[in-house]
């Protein structure tokens, strides 16, 4: 009886202290238009178009002119460094890069938003014995990489505040 006790005081206590620090779940992404245009087919505009559709109340739309916000992937770019070298000089570790630059401007070509560049990078180990499982890992890598920027321009398309008064 006292340990079911003390178990459950310490159970209101977690509670308490998570509700007395202000966490709060981050819900659906608040963002100042409705509709959006997205011409671009790459991997990225394919998943932020899956994360705008599915954690914002936003229609995507036809045609650029019928849209309150355009998002433009303007370039999107992975890169892989040789980071070292083993002794027969066969690359070791390496850096794997993933830039985007994108844009959002509203139908009459206005900035929303100062153009961005997004940038991730992760270093993976390499061995001429796990050629496949080191490729299915960098594979996994970019996928992850490509998760956090998304999330990341979510982030910034939330934090336009007001749309240019020409656009509204």
Same mark, same amino acid.
């Given at each position: 009886?006292?340990? #079911?006790?003390?178990?459950?005081? *310490? *159970? ?18 608040? *963002? &100042?238009? +409705? %509709?959006?245009?997205?011409? #671009? %087919?790459? &991997?990225?505009? /394919? !998943? ?21 916000? /355009? ?9 892989? !460094?040789?980071?070292? @070298?083993?002794?027969?000089?066969? &690359?070791? !570790?390496? +850096? ?11 139908? +009459?070509?206005?900035? @929303?938003? &100062? ?8 270093? /993976? ?9 080191? !490729? ?10 490509? #998760? ?9 398309? #939330?934090?336009?505040? %007001? ?6």
């Amino acid at each position: 009886m006292n340990r #079911s006790l003390r178990r459950s005081l *310490l *159970l209101g206590l977690c509670a308490l202290s998570i509700s007395a620090c202000g966490f709060q779940m981050r819900g659906a992404a608040q *963002l &100042p238009f +409705k %509709t959006i245009y997205m011409a #671009s %087919t790459s &991997p990225m505009a /394919i !998943e932020l178009r899956r994360i705008l559709r599915a954690n914002a109340d936003v229609q995507f739309v036809d045609a650029p002119q019928d849209a309150e916000a /355009i998002i433009e992937i303007v370039n999107e770019q992975r890169r892989k !460094e040789v980071l070292s @070298l083993n002794a027969q000089g066969r &690359p070791r !570790e390496y +850096k794997l890069l993933l830039d985007i630059n994108f844009r959002v401007r509203n139908n +009459k070509g206005q900035d @929303l938003a &100062p153009p961005g560049l997004l940038q991730q990078a992760r270093e /993976i180990s390499f061995s001429d014995n796990q050629v496949l499982a080191k !490729e299915a890992e960098e594979a996994l890598l970019y996928n992850d990489m490509q #998760s956090d920027l998304v999330q990341q321009i979510l982030r910034r398309l #939330s934090n336009i505040k %007001t749309l240019p008064a020409a656009a509204k």
